[in-house]
């Protein structure tokens, strides 16, 4: 069947082309369960030559019938017969009557429908999210928790839902809004589905990228048990387990999931090759460290490239020097716009994403403001820029339309990656009804893992390495006898409480443990610097330097911010901290980096540092310090009473600071929404945000208070219109 397979793909290309002979080789495949996928490829691979099959436009048709290609059979032949039609009318999708199923996204809405709960292993093509949606559609569920990585795609999610259903379902998806309807849909990463009290009575609940719930193997043959988001992911998946009815979790290239049957929970395993889409890859065997084979392997990638062009890079300044070699090569296309003039006055007219955007190239990586990730995948996909460079970002909060992609780097920041993120970066390339074939060209060679592409689930398949903060947190009935007794163990000594465990799972026991020693072993003198309320104690910030060192230093290490001996990361905590504004310690920082390159030749690049303080805004300040924040106000709370040191402790204004970037309370909700940070100081001078209201609230008051913010410049109004809902894709 592979012969019959290899010779009709090649054929399409030859001179002498038989239409005839290449469809007869498809019948020959679908009619033979085990070779469906391959004549599935091959119906693709027509559509994408359509010209070819002219005179044989009626047998082509009944392929992509009998293949189960029904998105094709609609968008792709105007001859339908009444056949046709009724088979049409019978995968037409709930929630559109322009959208109908393939045969395979309808075998698993028959199990969803009829209660069944699924995992499924699919291409990233295949179009999971309709069968979402198409369950919504329904009407029939009322509470639904969707489970996603990461901010930026809840939002992504959050506007296709709101367009879809926001007349009949509460789309919840912010921390602040409370649920005020029987039908709600909660659209959260797993953090926050954590946070939540009111997370009950649910009907079904979807967990994406599920591969996601298991811990990393490492190259050495070990386990990575230090994950803290695949610890929050497991108590997400056992506290909805408790309190739904069905699940449905999706993801790529899986052979089997271990840990769900053990807990209890029947369920359907479905894993299928089912594509809609078909992919040509090249693999150039360029060594990982070869920075200058890479480069000059990219010209003759790029003469391949026709149309829209993803790059994935490991790295911010990878994708910077990626973006440089494009614009040197000639594939830039200079271009002026109000919003560069705005990039370049807020951040910097020389950093890496202002010069490729002047010329007509995008860059999408994390820490790169909200904002301007959706304005520049906006920007891609209405394919008014044809290169898109990013990071893993491009698998975690981007939905894109993209003929080609290529892999510069078999890595994510420092780790390697594995077959399913290499899989899954592959994916990207082509879209169903817009690019039927998609090329891939990897740079190195194909990650060749020791994985067997199983999923072992943590919190169903527990052993003695199962971190105590995950145990700590799952509903007791989900924990083992083993599990139970290793937890009774723990807690024995009542020196870390189990309440405390569970109240900040984020963090590993000995973390705990070690915070709890530091604590213990401090003067009366640096005990006092952490005793406070609302006003930071003299000192606090550095011996909160000296806990974040114990705790958490890879945090700040990781973004270019040395640990040891302390004095820059001191600076960097009083400075933002006696800041006005994000603004104004941000162009702060960019100043002091330009004059540190000046007067010391520093080896770093402008963008590299700037890159760095981005991602210690939103990853360090905006989220790990006001988790290490609250740990320590409860541990040293315990200490105080045993020192009997009286006085209110209370960090509560301090983690304000940090998390809400510098903006009135609650206001940094809409910088999700993708409201610049910039943009919000600037209402917030000429506005009174409703004190105590959520994300909807502030939402509504922006749109009935336009007249309040009609004068701002034109580039933060249409930030804000975006965010809003009042406008569509913005012009270069």
Same mark, same amino acid.
């Given at each position: 069947?592979?012969?019959?397979?290899?010779?009709?793909?090649?054929? *399409?290309?030859?001179?002498?082309?038989?239409?005839?002979?290449?469809?007869?080789?498809?019948?020959?495949?679908?009619?033979?369960?085990?070779?469906?996928? *391959?004549?599935?490829?091959?119906?693709?691979?027509?559509?994408?030559?359509?010209?070819?099959?002219?005179?044989?436009?009626?047998?082509?048709?009944?392929?992509?019938?009998?293949?189960?290609?029904?998105?094709?059979?609609?968008?792709?032949?105007?001859?339908?017969?009444?056949?046709?039609?009724?088979?049409?009318?019978?995968?037409?999708?709930?929630?559109?009557?322009?959208? /109908?199923?393939?045969?395979?996204?309808?075998?698993?809405?028959?199990?969803? +429908?009829?209660?069944?709960?699924?995992?499924?292993? %699919?291409?990233?093509?295949?179009? +999971?999210? %309709?069968?979402?949606?198409?369950?919504?559609?329904?009407?029939?569920?009322?509470?639904?928790?969707?489970?996603?990585?990461?901010?930026?795609?809840?939002?992504?999610?959050?506007?296709?839902?709101?367009?879809?259903?926001?007349?009949?379902?509460?789309?919840?998806?912010?921390?602040?809004?409370?649920?005020?309807?029987?039908?709600?849909?909660?659209?959260?990463?797993?953090?926050?589905?954590?946070?939540?009290?009111?997370?009950?009575?649910?009907?079904?609940?979807?967990?994406?990228?599920?591969?996601?719930? %298991?811990?990393?193997?490492?190259?050495?043959?070990?386990?990575?048990?230090?994950?803290?988001?695949?610890?929050?992911?497991?108590?997400?998946?056992?506290?909805?387990?408790?309190?739904?009815?069905?699940?449905?979790?999706?993801?790529?290239?899986?052979?089997?999931?271990?840990?769900?049957?053990? @807990?209890?929970?029947?369920?359907?395993?479905?894993?299928?090759?089912?594509?809609?889409?078909?992919?040509?890859?090249?693999?150039?065997?360029?060594?990982?460290?070869?920075?200058?084979?890479?480069?000059?392997?990219?010209?003759?990638?790029?003469?391949?490239?026709?149309?829209?062009?993803?790059?994935?890079?490991?790295?911010?300044?990878?994708?910077?020097?990626?973006?440089?070699?494009?614009?040197?090569?000639?594939?830039?296309?200079?271009?002026?716009?109000?919003?560069?003039?705005? /990039?370049?006055?807020?951040?910097?007219?020389?950093?890496?994403?202002?010069?490729?955007?002047?010329?007509?190239?995008? @860059?999408?990586?994390?820490?790169?403001?909200?904002?301007?990730?959706?304005?520049?995948?906006?920007?891609?996909?209405?394919?008014?820029?044809?290169?898109?460079?990013?990071?893993?970002? $491009?698998?975690?909060?981007?939905?894109?339309?993209?003929?080609?992609?290529?892999?510069?780097?078999?890595?994510?920041?420092?780790?390697?990656?594995?077959?399913?993120?290499?899989?899954?970066?592959?994916?990207?390339?082509?879209?169903?009804?817009?690019?039927?074939?998609?090329?891939?060209?990897?740079?190195?060679?194909?990650?060749?893992?020791?994985?067997?592409?199983?999923? &072992?689930?943590?919190?169903?398949?527990?052993?003695?390495?199962?971190?105590?903060?995950?145990?700590?947190?799952?509903?007791?009935?989900?924990?083992?006898?083993?599990?139970? &007794?290793?937890?009774?163990?723990?807690?024995?000594?009542?020196?870390?409480?189990?309440?405390?465990?569970?109240?900040?799972?984020?963090?590993?026991?000995?973390?705990?443990?070690?915070?709890?020693?530091?604590?213990?072993?401090?003067?009366?003198?640096?005990?006092?610097?952490?005793?406070?309320?609302?006003?930071?104690?003299?000192?606090?910030?550095?011996?909160?330097?000296?806990?974040?060192?114990?705790?958490?230093?890879?945090?700040?290490?990781?973004?270019?911010?040395?640990?040891?001996?302390?004095?820059?990361?001191?600076?960097? *905590?009083?400075?933002?901290?006696?800041?006005?504004?994000?603004?104004?310690?941000?162009?702060?920082? $960019?100043?002091?980096?330009?004059?540190? !390159?000046?007067?010391?030749?520093?080896?770093?690049?402008?963008?590299?540092?700037?890159?760095?303080?981005?991602?210690?805004?939103?990853?360090?300040?905006?989220?790990?310090?006001?988790?290490?924040?609250?740990?320590?106000?409860?541990?040293?709370?315990?200490?105080?009473?045993?020192?009997?040191?009286?006085?209110?402790?209370?960090?509560?204004?301090?983690?304000?600071?940090?998390?809400? @970037?510098?903006?009135?309370?609650?206001?940094?909700?809409?910088?999700?929404?993708? !409201?610049?940070?910039?943009?919000?100081?600037?209402?917030?001078?000429?506005?009174?945000?409703?004190?105590?209201?959520?994300?909807?609230?502030?939402?509504?008051?922006?749109?009935?208070?336009?007249?309040?913010?009609?004068?701002?410049?034109?580039?933060?109004?249409?930030?804000?219109?975006?965010?809003?809902?009042?406008?569509? /894709?913005?012009?270069?």
């Amino acid at each position: 069947m592979t012969v019959d397979y290899e010779m009709a793909k090649s054929s *399409l290309g030859h001179d002498g082309f038989s239409a005839f002979q290449y469809l007869t080789a498809i019948n020959k495949l679908l009619s033979n369960p085990v070779s469906m996928d *391959l004549g599935r490829e091959l119906i693709v691979r027509a559509l994408d030559a359509r010209e070819k099959f002219a005179d044989h436009s009626a047998i082509l048709k009944g392929m992509v019938r009998k293949s189960g290609l029904y998105p094709y059979l609609k968008s792709g032949f105007s001859d339908l017969t009444p056949g046709d039609l009724v088979a049409l009318s019978l995968y037409r999708t709930p929630f559109s009557d322009d959208f /109908v199923f393939h045969s395979m996204q309808f075998q698993i809405f028959d199990l969803l +429908k009829a209660g069944r709960s699924v995992v499924l292993s %699919a291409p990233t093509s295949m179009g +999971k999210s %309709a069968l979402v949606d198409s369950l919504l559609g329904l009407g029939e569920v009322k509470r639904v928790v969707l489970v996603v990585p990461t901010v930026a795609l809840a939002d992504e999610t959050r506007r296709r839902l709101q367009r879809r259903f926001g007349d009949s379902y509460q789309i919840i998806h912010h921390s602040s809004q409370e649920c005020r309807s029987e039908r709600a849909v909660y659209v959260l990463t797993q953090e926050r589905v954590n946070e939540r009290q009111d997370i009950e009575a649910i009907d079904f609940f979807v967990i994406d990228e599920f591969y996601k719930l %298991a811990f990393r193997e490492l190259k050495s043959g070990g386990i990575d048990f230090t994950d803290e988001r695949v610890v929050e992911l497991n108590i997400a998946l056992s506290k909805l387990l408790k309190v739904s009815k069905q699940f449905y979790l999706s993801g790529p290239f899986v052979n089997s999931v271990r840990g769900l049957t053990e @807990l209890g929970y029947p369920h359907t395993f479905i894993s299928t090759d089912f594509n809609t889409v078909a992919l040509d890859v090249q693999t150039l065997g360029v060594a990982a460290d070869d920075k200058k084979g890479k480069l000059k392997a990219l010209p003759s990638i790029l003469e391949q490239c026709e149309g829209a062009t993803i790059i994935y890079c490991k790295s911010s300044a990878v994708a910077g020097v990626v973006a440089r070699e494009l614009i040197r090569l000639g594939y830039g296309q200079v271009a002026q716009s109000p919003h560069l003039e705005w /990039v370049a006055r807020e951040f910097d007219s020389e950093w890496d994403y202002t010069v490729a955007l002047r010329n007509g190239i995008g @860059l999408h990586f994390g820490g790169l403001p909200r904002a301007l990730q959706q304005y520049t995948a906006d920007l891609f996909n209405a394919r008014k820029i044809r290169f898109l460079i990013c990071t893993s970002t $491009i698998i975690e909060g981007v939905n894109t339309v993209a003929k080609n992609v290529v892999i510069y780097d078999n890595r994510d920041g420092t780790r390697g990656i594995d077959k399913f993120t290499h899989g899954n970066i592959k994916g990207r390339a082509g879209r169903m009804g817009v690019h039927f074939v998609g090329k891939v060209f990897c740079l190195e060679a194909i990650p060749e893992d020791n994985l067997n592409l199983e999923v &072992d689930i943590p919190l169903g398949v527990q052993g003695d390495d199962t971190p105590i903060n995950l145990l700590a947190s799952a509903q007791p009935d989900h924990l083992s006898e083993h599990s139970q &007794d290793r937890f009774d163990e723990a807690f024995k000594q009542d020196r870390v409480s189990i309440d405390l465990v569970k109240k900040h799972s984020y963090f590993r026991m000995e973390q705990f443990e070690t915070l709890y020693s530091f604590v213990e072993m401090l003067t009366p003198e640096d005990f006092a610097t952490l005793t406070f309320h609302w006003t930071p104690a003299p000192d606090f910030l550095k011996t909160f330097a000296q806990v974040i060192v114990r705790l958490v230093p890879q945090t700040f290490s990781r973004n270019g911010v040395p640990t040891k001996p302390t004095d820059v990361m001191i600076a960097k *905590l009083v400075s933002y901290f006696n800041a006005q504004s994000y603004s104004d310690y941000l162009k702060g920082q $960019i100043e002091y980096s330009k004059q540190r !390159i000046r007067n010391e030749g520093n080896k770093n690049t402008l963008s590299f540092m700037i890159n760095n303080d981005l991602k210690l805004i939103t990853n360090v300040f905006g989220y790990t310090l006001p988790k290490v924040l609250g740990l320590l106000e409860d541990v040293v709370r315990i200490h105080a009473a045993k020192r009997m040191v009286r006085g209110k402790i209370d960090y509560s204004h301090l983690r304000m600071i940090f998390e809400n @970037l510098h903006l009135p309370t609650g206001v940094n909700a809409l910088e999700e929404m993708g !409201i610049p940070i910039q943009t919000l100081h600037r209402m917030a001078l000429i506005m009174d945000f409703p004190e105590e209201a959520d994300v909807d609230g502030l939402a509504d008051y922006l749109r009935s208070n336009t007249s309040a913010w009609s004068n701002l410049g034109a580039v933060d109004r249409s930030f804000i219109n975006r965010a809003l809902g009042l406008d569509s /894709v913005r012009p270069i």
